[in-house]
Nanobody, 117 residues
Framework: QVQLQESGPGLVKSSQTLSLTCTVSDLSITTPYYGWSWIRQPPGKGLEWMGVFLYDGSTYYSPSLKSRTSISRDNAKNTVYLQMNSLQPEDTAVYYC?????????WGQGTQVTVSS
C-alpha cells in the first residue's frame, strides 16, 4: 500500500527557512506520469496548492509562493522535499504532500508547522 509520510520541525521562527520531507513507500517517485505536490491548510481555511514536481523533473509553483518555495526530490531516498524561506506567522498550517496520476491520489497524513513571531 502506497504511503506518504511528511516530517518537519513543527515550530519555526519568523524569517527562518522551512524544510519538510515527504518519504514515500511502495511507489517509486520516478514512476512515469506521477506528480508530487505540496499542499497546505492554514487553521480555519481551505486547502492551498503550493507546487508540484512532475515525473519528468519539471516543477510548477503557486504564483503567490513561487518566489520563496522550492520542491525537489532525492531518487535514491525516494523522498520529496519542500523548502520555503522567509516564513511568517501566516504560513502556519498543516502541510501535506500527495502523489497523483490521472484520477488516483495518495495523501500523507500532514505535518503541523507553526511559525512564531
Amino acid at each position: 500500500q502506497v504511503q506518504l509520510q511528511e516530517s518537519g520541525p513543527g515550530l519555526v521562527k519568523s524569517s527562518q527557512t522551512l524544510s519538510l520531507t515527504c518519504t514515500v513507500s511502495d511507489l517509486s517517485i520516478t514512476t512515469p506520469y506521477y506528480g508530487w505536490s505540496w499542499i497546505r491548510q492554514p487553521p480555519g481555511k481551505g486547502l492551498e496548492w503550493m507546487g508540484v514536481f512532475l515525473y519528468d523533473g519539471s516543477t510548477y509553483y503557486s504564483p503567490s509562493l513561487k518566489s520563496r518555495t522550492s520542491i525537489s526530490r532525492d531518487n535514491a531516498k525516494n523522498t520529496v522535499y519542500l523548502q520555503m524561506n522567509s516564513l511568517q506567522p501566516e504560513d502556519t498550517a498543516v502541510y501535506y504532500c500527495n502523489a497523483f496520476i490521472a484520477s488516483r491520489v495518495y495523501w500523507g497524513q500532514g505535518t503541523q508547522v507553526t511559525v512564531s513571531s
